[in-house]
């Protein structure tokens, strides 16, 4: 009998603190993920290019380059010279008006920013005032291999050559989807004694030991992962 006395006391509170809740407004919480993991958070959900999980997508594409160097290297001038033979496809949804390339032996012209961060007086990495280093790309010749009536030519073309960067302005864009272009470049360089880690000259009784990297012209290869087009 006492429960049942106070049975509708309840149930009125219950409806009161229900109503109560339902017109409260609802606190927004100040946790924000992206404010929190930034910059490592992951904010894309995938497209056609990628999915989320950093799969290729249907629409992924990435440009390809096939390399044919011949190469020698004269140990009485410790120079390297060479032709490339390059072959290039431009997979992307878009036209390549022109390539680029990474001459990377440019660090070691006296005329690079890189040279320009040795000190003015006292020896460098690469020479000093009064004997200077005189690195970087000799580029003889840039040419467009094509073919006309069955025949190979070759089309010189003049490269806008910019510290380590080498522009080569086409005379028609390479065509989207498939579409392949082949260049041959003829370059030569002298090897620097000490030279940014990874190439240089060790001197021995019984001759130099060479250590040879990034020596030739490298094309920039891109694709939809890194340039984002």
């Known amino acids: ?4 006395k106070f049975l509708p006391l309840f149930a009125l509170l219950f409806i009161q603190t ?13 946790f ?16 056609e290019y990628r999915a989320g999980n950093g799969e290729p997508g249907p629409a992924y594409w990435q440009n390809r380059a096939d390399y044919r160097i011949d190469a020698r290297i004269d ?19 878009h036209p390549l008006p022109y390539l680029w390339f990474q001459l990377d ?13 040795m000190p003015a007086n006292g020896r460098s990495r690469y020479g000093d005032a009064k004997n200077p280093f005189r690195g970087g790309f000799d580029i003889r010749s840039v040419k467009i291999i094509g073919k006309t009536d069955g025949k190979t030519t070759e089309t010189a073309v003049d490269p806008v050559i910019t510290d380590t960067r080498m522009q ?4 028609s864009p390479v065509k989207a989807k498939g579409d392949v272009i082949r ?20 001197k021995t009784k019984d001759g130099n030991i060479y250590a040879i ?5 490298r094309v920039c290869v891109f694709d939809i992962s890194r340039d984002g087009m």
Not at 75 to 93: H, I, Q, W
Not at 168 to 171: H, S
Request: aromatic share 12%.
């Open 1 to 4: 009998m006492i429960k049942t």
């Open 18 to 30: 229900a109503v109560l809740a339902q017109s409260a407004p609802a606190q927004k919480s100040a």
């Open 32 to 47: 924000d993920a992206h404010a929190l993991f930034n910059p490592l958070f992951y904010t894309q959900y995938g497209n």
């Open 75 to 93: 140990d009485s001038t410790n120079t390297v010279s060479g032709t490339v033979m390059l072959t290039y496809t431009n997979n992307s949804p």
């Open 105 to 117: 032996q440019n660090l070691f012209n006296q005329e690079s920013r890189g040279a320009a961060r």
């Open 168 to 171: 080569v302005r086409l005379g």
């Open 183 to 202: 260049l041959k470049i003829e370059f030569s360089y002298t090897v620097p004694e000490y030279g940014a880690d990874r190439t240089g000259i060790l």
């Open 213 to 217: 990297a990034q020596w030739y012209p």
